[in-house]
């Protein structure tokens, strides 16, 4: 059986074959959404490149919130719906999920993703890797075009693992302290609130860098967010790098807000460009771990969780590969 897995993010798409619920490594190719007029274009176009006339079953992960009969995105001013995608794509069977469904979904195959461990030198339950509290759940969040996070959860009695859906991008930010309000009338006078994805969000950076060019006095010389992520990664420029640590300080702790919420013993998984790109000072730089463990009596309790950042592009079509496997297992 051949079925097909779509990433459909804001920006790119990412599709691969999936057999035996195993996504194949060498299929997968990646499409800027700026070139296509519309999902079906670049399903055609990716088809026309395997040399596939049909597939068996499709499965989507958007970037919003999914239905049954498909979704229009979130950041794209494009709608996909069942019946075209059954048509262009000759399938009998489409499954529409969440682009954050699917990094949770992916949990499932983590020892096939490409990660890095971030509390590696930490003490306690930190040191261990994924898999070393099967049983729990895993929590995957990250930083991109929006932000969102996901939750893993595994068999119980018998019954095959699941993923909690959410839309934490939209929950309000916390934040504390006078600098951090003075951040959050910022966002606030330019979107009316101050939202998780206004903050942690590609141009989310963009907004702190602003305010903190502001608090300095100084003209913002950038205006993207790859442009500030990448000079607070070389040292490069001083206002780029304050920026990129407020940034992971937030990061952290809305990362160990939703760590309390879900109690994801088995691992918490960072996706996202704009986290991947930070990557280096995540790695180097206390600001995102301080943050996570910042949480009064339940400090300890933080240091019982293992973080990894995710460097695998295909992690949603891993996702996907797995609904499949468990889809046609029901």
Known sequence: MNALACDVGGTNTRMGLVRDGLLLADSVAIYRNDDFPDFYAVATAYLARTGLAAVDTVCIALASVATAEGATLTNRDWTISRSQVLATCGAARVGFINDFEA?????????????????????????????????????????????????WCPSRFGGAPHVVAA????????????????????????NGRASVERALSGNGLVAIYNWVCARHGAEARFSHGAEISSRAVERSDALCGEAAEMFMHLLGRVAGDLALAYLPYDGIYLSGGVT??????????????????????MAELMEQFSIHLLSDDASALHGCAEWVRLSSAA
């Open 103 to 151: 990094l949770g979904f992916s949990l499932g195959q983590a020892a096939r993703l490409e990660t890095t461990c971030l509390t590696g030198g930490l003490t306690g339950g930190l040191t261990k890797g994924a898999g070393a509290n099967e049983g729990a759940p895993r929590l995957v969040m990250g930083a991109g075009t929006g932000f969102n996070a996901a939750a």
């Open 167 to 190: 839309e934490c991008g939209h929950m309000t930010l916390a934040l504390a302290g006078e600098d951090e309000f003075s951040l959050q009338q910022a966002l606030s006078r330019i």
């Open 276 to 297: 991947r790109a930070l990557g280096p000072l995540l790695e180097s730089e206390p600001a995102f771990l301080r943050a996570f463990t910042a949480k009064g009596r």
